[in-house]
């Protein structure tokens, strides 16, 4: 049976406004999911009630059919990489490694200019560096299934490409649910594509969808 983390009949209202009304995403081991919208739409409050970290009115969270509403209990299952900092900044690179079970010389075998930065506290690596740390332990740890909310955003070109290998050598025992705003690494990473609009989750295909829905500006008005 395939491994497949399935998310749906998740409503999300704040303040009587509805943000989430009608939800379905799935994410197989194997694949890497992308999940596009404009700003506000709603795509960390998704991956926030995926993970089981935000309360929601109403949801279904489950890995192959077992339902799992409070994942973040499980990161052996799940993990959930935010959109802000969220290792302490006191903690040496070593340490941080130790924590996700990483071998330092893995990272050094991929990464040589860390090499000389485990002893290092994240506060005081550049806030590149400090999300490539955190962006690479969280592809690397051992879990079956990764949220990730803006992996690429604030990194250098060379990088992303450089974690891009990285995940895509993680997909083949992973399965990775991704957002970002650097909408063509998604296009390049995702075997499939949902587009967040207006509550729903819009299966994409191809790039005319994503103008049809008012995500990218039709080419011929570029
Ligand atoms: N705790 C909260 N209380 C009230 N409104 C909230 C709260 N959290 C999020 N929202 C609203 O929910 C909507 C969705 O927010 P969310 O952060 O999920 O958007 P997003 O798609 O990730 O946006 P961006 O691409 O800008 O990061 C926004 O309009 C936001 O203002």
């Known amino acids: 049976m395939k491994n497949v983390l399935a998310a749906d009949g998740i409503q999300l209202s704040f303040n009587g406004r ?10 197989e081991v194997g694949q890497v999911t992308g999940l596009l919208g404009r700003n506000g739409c709603g795509k960390s409050c ?19 059919h077992t339902s799992f ?6 990161p052996d ?10 290792i302490p900044k006191q903690f040496t690179l070593k340490r941080v490694l130790a924590d ?14 860390y090499a000389r930065l485990q002893n290092t506290a994240l506060g005081n690596l550049s806030s590149g560096q400090r999300r490539f740390v ?12 990764v949220l990730l909310d803006e992996p690429f955003s604030f990194l250098a070109p060379i990088q992303v490409e450089r974690l891009k290998k990285v995940l ?41 969808d ?13």
């Open 18 to 27: 509805r943000i989430l009304s009608d939800i379905y995403i799935q994410c």
């Open 46 to 64: 998704l991956l926030n009630i995926v993970y089981g970290s935000f309360p929601c009115q109403d949801k279904s969270v489950r890995i192959n």
């Open 69 to 74: 509403p409070a994942a973040f209990q499980r």
């Open 77 to 86: 299952l799940l993990r959930y990489l935010p959109q802000h900092n969220f």
């Open 100 to 113: 996700f079970g990483i071998a330092p010389s893995a990272l050094e075998e991929e990464f040589p200019e």
């Open 134 to 145: 955190e962006v690479y332990c969280i592809l690397k740890s051992e879990t079956r299934f």
């Open 168 to 208: 895509n050598a993680e997909k083949q025992h992973k399965g990775f649910l991704i957002t970002d705003h650097m909408y063509p690494h998604i296009l390049d990473v995702a075997d499939q594509l949902y587009l967040l609009k207006n509550g729903k989750a819009h299966a994409v295909t191809q790039q005319s």
């Open 210 to 222: 994503l103008e049809f829905l008012g995500y990218l500006r039709p080419a011929h008005h570029q």
